[in-house]
């Protein structure tokens, strides 16, 4: 019974480690991921093979499925994980991801110039086209020393041919300094007495500034020194205010003269004859003057007839009364001309009234009070009814 039961127990773990296999395998082997595919066409494409990885931010997002061989480059077949989006401002670029030189196909931002006119997302099947080799790995790090190998050497070399001057220099200086002993000696006595009196000095410079009264002071000046600082700065800034004040004056007062410009320019041009209509002006103005003083003249001489009409009383009373006749005249005349005024107006309508038919149809002793044409308003008919009918 013991025995069913261990194999039981073997064969459950045989078949766990089968299903754990299997799953390991379509796992790792992108059995069960669901992919896309899209083309890669490069110059060259050392060291990938199929299973490399494609990585964008250092993130696997695929693998290289296969790897074909152009006349022109290479074309490797790309299987890209499902909800992995790759856009066209990605470059992909082929780098080596350790120092064994593994080779990883790589998608990395484009910089400014480098990027398309329109930005896609790579689509199912897109063929994509590398533009150059990738960031450097760690295996061109050995490539870069290779290459450093002949400059360091000579750096070397620089810095031996340096030590050899340091050391002629060195050798140099111990000479000078052998054959001039006493001179050296006077320097540095020299020296001793500087380092004295610069001590002497510093002494008295301690003795001012040790003033407990002049410590106050500096700490005074310096408290208020941010406030001198910001009256400067608001100093300057009503000066900056003021001197774009003055900018825009300036700037005014050129417009201005432009302007006076313009309209001194015609004057200038037309000078000559402004000149002559002024004097022609002041001419005729000097003329009338003249006549001005003559008729003022004529006017205070008592003898002449303005003289007279102004200082004759009794002149001056003739012509008023001439002037109340013509008035009364002329009131007198305004019913003559009224009656004449109606007189034509009727010989207009009915020139037939001077003929012998007016002279017969009009009462005698009426005259002119009474219609040309038609009986009188008062006259009646013979049944003693008013009559309007015209004969």
């Known amino acids: 019974m013991e025995d069913r039961i261990i194999q039981f127990r073997v064969g459950v773990v045989v078949l766990a480690a089968f299903l754990i296999a299997g799953t390991l395998v379509l796992w790792f082997g992108d059995g069960i991921r669901h992919t896309y595919t899209i083309y ?8 990938v093979a199929v299973d490399t990885p494609v990585r964008k931010h250092g993130v696997r997002i695929g693998r290289v499925s296969q790897v074909d061989l152009l006349d022109d480059g290479v074309l490797l077949t790309l299987n890209i994980d499902e909800g992995r989006v790759l856009r066209t401002s990605e470059l992909p670029r082929i780098a080596t991801a350790s120092l064994l030189g593994d080779a990883v196909v790589e998608f990395v931002p484009a910089d400014e110039k480098d990027l398309p006119a329109e930005v896609h997302v790579i689509k199912n099947g ?7 080799a990738g960031p450097t790995g760690p295996s061109d790090v050995f490539q870069v020393v290779v290459d450093l190998q002949d400059k360091i050497e000579s750096a070397f070399e620089s810095v031996e041919l ?33 380092l004295d009196q610069f001590g002497k000095a510093m002494a008295n410079v301690n003795d001012v500034i040790g003033d407990e009264q002049l410590k106050q002071k500096i700490r005074e000046t310096l408290v208020r020194l941010p406030v001198v600082v910001e009256e400067a700065r608001l100093t300057l800034t009503d000066a900056r205010t003021t001197l774009e004040g003055f900018a825009r004056v300036g700037q005014r007062a050129e417009r201005n003269l432009e302007n006076l410009e313009g309209l001194t320019r015609p004057l200038g041009e037309q000078g000559d004859e402004i000149v002559a209509t002024i004097q022609r002006s002041i ?35 003739r012509i008023n009364m001439a ?24 010989l207009a309508r009915d020139p037939s009234q001077l003929g012998v038919r007016g002279a017969i149809s009009r009462p005698k002793g009426q005259g002119l009070k009474y219609p040309l044409i038609g009986r009188p308003p008062n006259l009646r008919s013979a049944s003693g009814l008013p009559s309007n009918k015209a004969h």
């Open 283 to 317: 001419g005729r103005v000097e003329e009338i003057m003249t006549h001005l003083v003559q008729f003022t003249q004529a006017l205070n001489n008592p003898d002449g007839s303005l003289g007279r009409l102004v200082h004759d009383p009794e002149l001056f009373e």
């Open 162 to 194: 340096a030590g050899q001057k340091i050391a002629q220099l060195t050798d140099s200086f111990d000479s000078i300094v052998g054959k001039n002993d006493d001179q050296m000696k006077s320097l540095l006595a020299k020296s001793d007495l500087a």
């Open 323 to 346: 002037a109340s006749n013509i008035e009364e005249v002329t009131r007198k005349l305004k019913p003559i001309m009224n009656d004449a005024r109606v007189l034509t107006d009727k």
């Open 40 to 47: 890669l066409k490069a110059q060259n494409a050392p060291g």
């Open 126 to 132: 897109e063929t994509i086209v590398s533009t150059g």
